[in-house]
């Protein structure tokens, strides 16, 4: 049996550019489960060359629930921590949240 593969937009930043992650369609994980909302926390972090440690303490949560939003596995974010989000990296909501129909 063949899985069809899409290439999920997890990436994660190094010296060599971004690498991408290949997911089987519709697995744990991916998007939060079936949440059509996408968070490019990872994108505009590369953008401006922060680290998730530091951006976590800019903002004041922990380095696990930073992962937890940057994974796409969150189901909610206050409103508060994505205004410290948007104003660490100097961007607006857009900028870091998506809406993709399935």
Known sequence: MILPF??????AYSSKGFAQKLLPMGSY????GDMPIVVN???MMAKRK???GELA????????NLSILKNNKA???????LEEIC??????????LAYEEE
Not at 57 to 64: D, L, Q, S
Request: with cysteine.
């Open 50 to 52: 922060m680290s998730s």
């Open 87 to 96: 104003k660490a990296l100097n961007c607006q909501p857009a900028d870091i």
């Open 6 to 11: 899409k290439i999920i937009c997890e990436k």
């Open 75 to 81: 189901k909610a974010i206050r409103f508060s921590t």
């Open 41 to 43: 926390l990872d994108v």
């Open 57 to 64: 303490e800019r903002i004041g949560i922990t380095p696990a």
């Open 29 to 32: 994980g991916e998007r939060g």
